[in-house]
């Protein structure tokens, strides 16, 4: 059974950084692409950052360019989003999700709250 679980969120201030982790279990991520998403209540889920695990090629949406770092973890079958610079407006629940057909395997998502 495919498990997927996020972890790394917390509490912080603008200009602070966080690191997220995803790690999944039941599956080989090096056959998969890895997203980050988020969603804020009463806002529909956005894209934030992705990697295809085999060429390690990254992708993000325009407002976190420059801030938002996403890579292969340093163990097995992980992804890590760096996340610096954090602005109020990158609160949200942060959610790993991976692709497969047209479905995909999903966490429970990990909170990111930015206060001032």
Do not use: H
């Not at 009463?42 to 976190?64: D, H």
């Not at 999700?97 to 479905?103: D, L, T």
């Amino acid at each position: 059974q495919v498990q997927v679980v996020e972890s790394g969120g917390g509490l912080v201030q603008p200009g602070e950084s966080l690191r997220l982790s995803c790690a999944a279990s039941g599956l080989t991520f090096s056959n998969y692409a890895v997203y980050w998403d988020r969603q804020v209540p009463g806002r529909e889920r956005e894209f934030v950052a992705s990697i295809t695990m085999r060429s390690g090629r990254p992708y993000y949406r325009e407002s976190v360019k420059g801030r938002f770092t996403i890579s292969r973890g340093a163990a097995k079958d992980t992804v890590d989003l760096a996340m610096n610079d954090l602005k109020v407006e990158d609160t949200a629940m942060y959610y790993c999700r991976i692709p497969f057909g047209s479905s995909a395997y999903v966490g429970q998502g990990t909170l990111v709250t930015v206060f001032a």
